[in-house]
């Protein structure tokens, strides 16, 4: 089985990419359709936080900004 991380990120691009409904992913990987309702959101806040803080570092000439 795979990891919990490896396995959040792979129903993150599941859902995403194919369009996979909650209750077929829940189904696939053994967890109930709420459970990955859950975690496609918190896959999505993370996306989106990184995205925040990428570009405070663009804005700020940040370690990655050269």
Known sequence: MVG????????GKERKEDGATFAALG????ITRERVRQIVA??????ARRAYFNGLRKQT???DNE
């Open 42 to 47: 918190k896959e999505d806040r993370k996306i």
């Open 61 to 63: 000439g940040g370690a």
């Open 27 to 30: 189904q696939k990987h053994g």
């Open 4 to 11: 919990k991380p490896e396995r959040n990120i792979e129903i």
